[in-house]
């Protein structure tokens, strides 16, 4: 079996380069990132051709995230307990919007979904934007947020195949960052309190890509020829618990989808998972055929 994150960067434009790719690829289930539109303006058709079933959160033409996958999706949560909100209220969507626990609007950043055994997150988070700016104690205090949530999770399931999915938006160690546009001490991604923020989740979850490809981007950006010269950053990860971890056989981070024509500036991030090794439900079904 076959999981996946992505950083589409707008699935309007690019949804035939990333069915293309689930179908190549044969892949389970993909949780995506800045989808960047509402769910009555995301391309279903197209991924329920393939044979995908979906869940979406998507407020407007920013953030978003989305998860396609082969297999029933349940236990749909948009957002997390406690997560904050930020900004303005989106004009005409306010009451699908809600509000944080500060009183600000809430963003489309994060969405769960239960397939079969397996608890999975499709995250977005904050960019933080500068070292000066309101939006990085909004990512601190967002990723507080969701390390209290996954602490909680676990607690109530010690045993449960969780993973949290996405862009991060933080380059954990130097080797992460190819950037030279990203200095330590001016900027975000590689700050100390970013990294400690990351590392906080270390007794909950662990990077399951990184013991099989320690090295290597998954973001470049599209300017000043980033990607030719291969300036780029790791950011997007799959931070999977013990239980999730145990089950992963193989990674890959697939760097050819930052070549041709319109790609996203991220790459997808893919886990194989042994589906038997979970046991319970999933192991039951994971044979049966689909029926769409």
């Not at 697939?254 to 886990?271: F, T």
Request: with cysteine; aromatic share 10%; proline share 7%.
């Amino acid at each position: 079996m076959r999981i996946a994150t992505w950083n589409v960067n707008s699935i309007r434009t690019r949804f035939g380069r990333v069915v293309d790719w689930l179908q190549r690829e044969d892949i389970d289930v993909l949780a995506m990132q800045e989808i960047k539109c509402r769910p009555d303006q995301f391309p279903v058709e197209a991924f329920e051709q393939a044979g995908y079933h979906l869940e979406i959160n998507g407020l407007n033409q920013w953030n978003g995230v989305a998860f396609a996958s082969r297999h029933e999706m349940t236990d749909v949560a948009r957002g997390f307990d406690g997560m904050p909100g930020f900004g303005k209220p989106i004009k005409g969507q306010e009451d699908v919007q809600g509000t944080g626990p500060n009183g600000l609007p809430l963003e489309a950043r994060a969405l769960g979904v239960t397939v079969g055994d397996l608890r999975l997150w499709s995250l977005y988070v904050p960019n933080g934007r500068s070292l000066d700016d309101p939006h990085l104690e909004y990512k601190l205090e967002w990723l507080a947020a969701l390390r209290n949530n996954a602490e909680t999770w676990l607690d109530e399931d010690p045993d449960l195949p969780l993973a949290l999915m996405g862009d991060w938006n933080i380059a954990p160690f130097d080797a992460d960052m190819g950037d030279p546009s990203f200095v330590q001490g001016r900027s975000t991604h590689v700050s100390p309190i970013e990294r400690a923020a990351f590392e906080s989740f270390a007794p909950l979850v662990s990077d399951v890509v990184r013991p099989i490809v320690p090295e290597g981007f998954t973001f470049w950006d599209y300017k000043a020829g980033r990607f030719p010269k291969n300036e780029g950053m790791r950011i997007d990860f799959i931070m999977g618990s013990q239980a999730f971890a145990d089950t992963v056989t193989g990674a890959s981070i697939h760097r050819d989808e930052r070549r041709g024509d319109a790609p996203s500036d991220h790459v997808p991030v893919v886990a194989d998972i042994d589906p038997s090794l979970l046991g319970g439900t999933f192991e039951d079904d994971y044979d049966r055929p689909m029926v769409f």
